[in-house]
């Protein structure tokens, strides 16, 4: 196999599990691997440390193993099970009335690089490395032997998150069988899945525990979703008893799909209504009083130089939607981008509330469910953060 050096030094962080390897701790690299290969990480002083997947760029190695282990077949039943048994013991998994949820969040699962979302028995696939790209029909493999009959169908949807440089040329499709049914369970509510052509894996799962949280606060609310992609939040506001549910996009298609969600859930039920619009418009124009808004854009900073000009977006976003807010109206806001910190976030609205002029209290703090793991020495893949207000 080939090996990799670093740096006299430049192993601490491995030493304390942190999955990542960058270009500047590399000594030098013996064998000329291919992006994707796998490579056996050396100390200066020749002491084998991790064994990973080669990369270009900035991080040069995403660590599969802190151990010498052979990464094969057996290596991938083993992590694969153990993403699974996790997903088994918070009751995710093997639930009569939930099939949707992340069996594999890369670094959180110690399998960096590799996202696998169940839909009924679908899963979808997404590499963002080239070493798990590769890897793919491995880990297909390993997929079938460690769900058994509960997955029929593998979609690997890897067009857009693979590095671009590496000109894979990947185009998305099924792995193994293939399936006309696009319907998926989450907590006993019906939702079709787009994975074909869907943002993400086609549903953001990240939000199960947090929509769980608006159906509690619903009963006899108006309710504005911005942003509401598939409508996720709005199919549970239903659920929780609002007396009305306005669901806001800019995309026709995301309006489409809520549409089509509501319909399956609750048909020919009045209480809801999509437009698709842009958010900061509708909140500048809307006469409704709506008591419960939901705010979650998309990453607002998608890299750390876009840090400051998102924050000022979400100031904005919220001051813009507190300041029309009636008295006693809970706001669900939330941030999804990893670049920002809880605290910065948090600042963000806490600017927002001074701007608008209200007085704000915290009821809670939210974030990424229990199926959206963070390894604790890659504090990194900690991503999505939210608030609940109550707006006096
Ligand atoms: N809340 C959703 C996920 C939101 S993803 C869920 O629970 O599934 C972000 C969505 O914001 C996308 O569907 C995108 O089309 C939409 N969007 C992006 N910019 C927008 C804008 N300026 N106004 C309204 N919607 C926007």
């Given at each position: 196999?080939?090996?990799?050096?670093?740096?006299?030094?430049?192993?601490?962080?491995?030493?304390?599990?942190?999955?990542?390897?960058?270009?500047?701790?590399?000594?030098?690299?013996?064998?000329?691997?291919?992006?994707?290969?796998?490579?056996?990480?050396?100390?200066?002083?020749?002491?084998?440390?991790?064994?990973g997947?080669?990369?270009?760029?900035?991080?040069?190695?995403?660590?599969?193993s802190?151990?010498?282990?052979?990464?094969?077949?057996?290596?991938?039943?083993?992590?694969?099970?153990?993403?699974?048994?996790?997903?088994?013991?918070?009751?995710?998994?093997?639930?009569?009335?939930?099939?949707?949820?992340?069996?594999?969040?890369?670094?959180?699962?110690?399998?960096?690089?590799?996202i696998?979302?169940?839909?009924?028995?679908?899963?979808?696939?997404?590499?963002?490395?080239?070493?798990?790209h590769?890897?793919?029909?491995?880990?297909?493999?390993?997929?079938?032997?460690?769900?058994?009959?509960?997955?029929?169908?593998?979609?690997?949807?890897?067009?857009?998150?693979?590095?671009?440089?590496?000109?894979?040329?990947?185009?998305?499709?099924?792995?193994?069988?293939?399936?006309?049914?696009?319907?998926?369970?989450?907590?006993?509510?019906?939702?079709?899945?787009?994975?074909?052509?869907?943002?993400?894996?086609?549903?953001?799962?990240?939000?199960?525990?947090?929509?769980?949280?608006?159906?509690?606060?619903?009963?006899?609310r108006?309710?504005?979703?911005?942003?509401?992609?598939?409508?996720?939040?709005?199919?549970?506001?239903?659920?929780?008893?609002?007396?009305?549910?306005?669901?806001?996009?800019?995309?026709?298609?995301?309006v489409?799909?809520?549409?089509?969600?509501?319909?399956?859930?609750?048909?020919?039920?009045?209480?809801?209504?999509?437009?698709?619009?842009?958010a900061?418009?509708?909140?500048?124009?809307?006469?409704?009083?709506?008591?419960?808004?939901?705010?979650?854009?998309?990453?607002?900073?998608?890299?750390?130089?876009?840090?400051?000009?998102?924050?000022?977006?979400?100031?904005?976003?919220?001051?813009r939607?507190?300041?029309?807010?009636?008295?006693?109206?809970?706001?669900?806001?939330?941030?999804?981008?990893?670049?920002?910190?809880?605290?910065?976030?948090?600042?963000?609205?806490?600017?927002?509330?001074?701007?608008?002029?209200?007085?704000?209290?915290?009821?809670?703090?939210?974030?990424?469910?229990?199926?959206?793991?963070?390894?604790?020495?890659?504090?990194?893949?900690?991503?999505?953060?939210?608030?609940?207000?109550?707006?006096?």
């Amino acid at each position: 196999m080939k090996k990799l050096y670093l740096n006299k030094g430049k192993e601490e962080s491995l030493r304390r599990y942190h999955p990542w390897v960058f270009s500047g701790a590399v000594h030098h690299v013996e064998g000329h691997p291919q992006e994707g290969d796998l490579v056996q990480v050396y100390t200066a002083a020749d002491e084998f440390i991790a064994v990973g997947h080669w990369q270009i760029g900035s991080i040069a190695v995403r660590v599969l193993s802190f151990e010498d282990d052979p990464i094969g077949h057996d290596f991938w039943v083993r992590r694969l099970r153990a993403a699974l048994d996790v997903r088994r013991s918070i009751g995710v998994a093997g639930h009569p009335h939930n099939d949707t949820y992340r069996l594999v969040h890369g670094e959180g699962d110690n399998l960096p690089g590799l996202i696998v979302d169940m839909y009924g028995k679908t899963a979808v696939m997404q590499a963002h490395s080239v070493g798990m790209h590769v890897s793919r029909m491995a880990i297909a493999e390993a997929l079938k032997e460690v769900m058994g009959d509960a997955l029929q169908n593998i979609y690997y949807k890897s067009e857009t998150t693979l590095p671009f440089k590496a000109e894979l040329g990947q185009e998305n499709g099924f792995i193994m069988g293939s399936t006309p049914d696009d319907i998926a369970v989450e907590n006993g509510l019906r939702f079709h899945i787009d994975w074909l052509k869907g943002q993400k894996t086609g549903f953001f799962v990240d939000q199960r525990d947090n929509r769980s949280l608006v159906e509690q606060y619903s009963k006899g609310r108006r309710v504005l979703n911005m942003f509401c992609y598939t409508g996720g939040f709005s199919v549970y506001a239903m659920r929780g008893g609002a007396s009305l549910v306005h669901s806001v996009d800019s995309s026709q298609k995301a309006v489409d799909l809520v549409n089509a969600n509501v319909e399956l859930n609750f048909p020919g039920d009045a209480r809801h209504k999509a437009f698709a619009e842009d958010a900061f418009k509708y909140l500048e124009q809307m006469d409704e009083n709506y008591d419960l808004v939901i705010l979650d854009p998309p990453a607002f900073a998608k890299h750390r130089d876009a840090i400051r000009h998102a924050i000022k977006g979400y100031t904005k976003l919220n001051a813009r939607a507190m300041e029309k807010m009636p008295q006693g109206s809970l706001l669900f806001t939330f941030s999804c981008s990893q670049a920002i910190s809880k605290d910065q976030f948090r600042m963000a609205v806490f600017t927002a509330a001074t701007l608008a002029r209200r007085k704000v209290r915290i009821l809670h703090q939210l974030h990424q469910p229990a199926d959206h793991p963070i390894n604790i020495y890659h504090p990194e893949g900690e991503y999505l953060k939210g608030l609940v207000l109550y707006v006096e």
